[in-house]
């Protein structure tokens, strides 16, 4: 499974509930230049971070089975 979450106006405080709580359950999280790293660190100590990674990264994280949360767009 992929999940596309936004990371808002990039303060930490002001994701959504469902972005955390996605973000926290995440295996994977593939997220652009500029990301708020405190968001990325919502997901859990073992997960695989990976800054920019293209959808080749995505669908090949999610045909291993792996819960992968792309955290970007307009912020």
Known sequence: MVYLVGPGPGDAELITCKGRRILEQADVVVFEPGVNPALVDFAPAAA????GGGVETLIDRARR???VVWLGGDE
């Open 48 to 51: 695989e971070r990976i800054p």
């Open 65 to 67: 089975g792996l819960k």
